[in-house]
């Protein structure tokens, strides 16, 4: 029987560091923690090599083709499959950015979006019957949709919207942000907001493919972590890192068969109608 294998992007800190950890701790198999860095990620790993745990290291850079590709072909010659996928890479502005906002939202979408997007489309093809996906999203994203206009709030609710009418609109958003014309065409200025509401939407439209494909019992979900203390939060919030990972690693082993949740954006361990504000995301 081949080994099991779980990936976690963007892993040498932070909330992805803290899933790393409980996986190693509960998961039956190899556990990768993954960073763009080499040596922040080995340093990573040895880290934990201290707790006594042993997770694999190898380099992946989610928004770099050549990296992603041969991450993917190391996992295919080395495993075979995948049976865990957690996309935690991911990126935001300091609120105090002097960055102009059109630039601010090309890289954040670029990262948070289209990065997750690419590496998905890369490694799917490896998931083995069961497999388990978990998109990191945010409740900003329930703050975001909620400021856009409703012509823009209706394309993103349609239950039926393609990958490609998602990727259509991010890039809208894109281009309006660099424009400067956001308000006037329905969306909000909320780079890292926007660019979770694709993740969220994204997570839906995987795991209605997945469901209809060949390989069982595959599922797709999307969380909100809460409000964690790290980097990215300025070190801001209510729940440690290891609080955070705590839903993340709840939905990457859920066990078979287990039909809720699939497809769907979840916090504390709860399903939410993600387009209503739970209450974590402050902007």
């Known amino acids: 029987m081949s080994t099991k294998v779980a990936v976690v992007t963007g892993s040498n ?8 950890r409980g996986l190693c701790k509960q998961f039956k198999g190899d556990v990768f923690l993954t960073a763009r860095d080499e040596e922040r990620g080995k340093e990573a790993v040895q880290s934990l090599n201290k707790e006594g745990l042993s997770p694999k290291f190898h380099q992946l850079d989610i928004t770099d083709q050549v990296s992603i590709i041969r991450f993917r072909d190391f996992i295919k010659n080395t495993y075979g499959g995948l049976d865990i996928l957690v996309n935690n890479a991911g990126i935001a502005f300091k609120k105090s950015s002097t960055v102009p906002f059109g630039e601010q939202a090309e890289a954040t979408v670029k990262t948070d979006y289209f990065g997750t997007l690419t590496v998905s489309d890369a490694l799917f093809p490896l998931l083995r019957p069961h ?15 909620r400021k856009c206009s409703s012509e823009i709030q209706s394309k993103f609710l349609n239950t039926d919207i393609t990958k490609e009418e998602l990727t259509g609109l991010m890039n809208d958003f894109i281009q309006n942000a660099k424009t400067g014309d956001l308000e006037n065409n329905g969306y909000v200025k909320s780079a890292y907001g926007m660019a979770k509401v694709g993740v969220t939407v994204l997570s839906q439209i995987q795991n209605r493919q997945l469901s209809a494909d060949a390989r069982k019992d595959i599922i797709v979900n999307a969380c909100c972590p809460g409000h964690v203390i790290t980097d990215m939060s300025s070190q801001t919030g209510r729940k440690t890192i290891d609080e955070g990972a705590d839903t993340p690693i709840y939905l990457a082993l859920l066990p078979e068969e287990i039909k809720s949740p699939a497809g769907d954006f979840v916090a504390d361990r709860k399903i939410h109608k993600w387009n209503e504000y739970i209450g974590t995301y402050k902007p």
Request: charged content about 15%.
């Open 131 to 145: 497999a388990r996906v978990v998109n990191m999203s945010s409740d900003a994203c329930s703050f975001a949709i």
């Open 13 to 20: 800190k932070g909330i992805g560091h803290a899933i790393v």
